[in-house]
């Protein structure tokens, strides 16, 4: 019976050593992993700012003025004005000329046919930021023939943009 006692015992003993074993092996064999993705990133487009000028009425010849113009930002993002610039002038009724209207010279920021502007039209609570902002303008020598008459001139505003 002793012997089946010591043949037990070792048996009991063997086991719990193979269990510490087992054990201290599954606390010191963890997994490390690591794991990789990819994706992409399309910029978007920016959208044209919305202009609205308001009509001049009444010019006479070497008068100086001022045309209020509408700019509404509709991007997502908010823009800076940099310049607004007088591309074409085009006479409605006879007797006048393209040259009978021009951005006013002497008025500060004019250069040519570009006029420094320094606008943020940034977006609050989700509205469309607009500013009014006033082009001066200059008739030049109107011509006699002109009275009565008009123009229609196009205006380009230049900004800059930068997501925040």
């Known amino acids: 019976m002793k012997h089946f006692t010591k043949r037990r015992t070792a048996t009991v003993a063997v086991a719990a050593g193979a269990a510490v074993a087992m054990t201290g092996g599954v606390a010191y064999a963890f997994w490390n992993t690591t794991g990789t993705g990819s994706g992409s990133a399309a910029a978007g487009s920016s959208s044209p700012l919305t202009v609205t000028v308001a009509g001049i009425t009444g010019l006479y010849p070497q008068q100086k003025t001022t045309v209020a113009v509408t ?47 320094t606008n943020a039209l940034t977006k609050a609570g989700g509205a469309t930021p607009s500013a009014i902002i006033n082009v001066p303008i200059a008739a030049g020598d109107l011509a006699n023939a002109c009275q009565g008459s008009g123009h229609s001139f196009s205006l380009t505003f230049t900004a800059s943009g930068q997501s925040s």
């Open 71 to 117: 700019v509404a930002n509709t991007n997502s993002f908010p823009v800076t004005l940099s310049s607004v610039k007088l591309d074409s002038v085009t006479p409605t009724g006879t007797g006048c000329t393209a040259t009978d209207v021009s951005l006013d010279s002497t008025a500060g920021g004019v250069s040519g046919a570009t006029y420094t502007v």
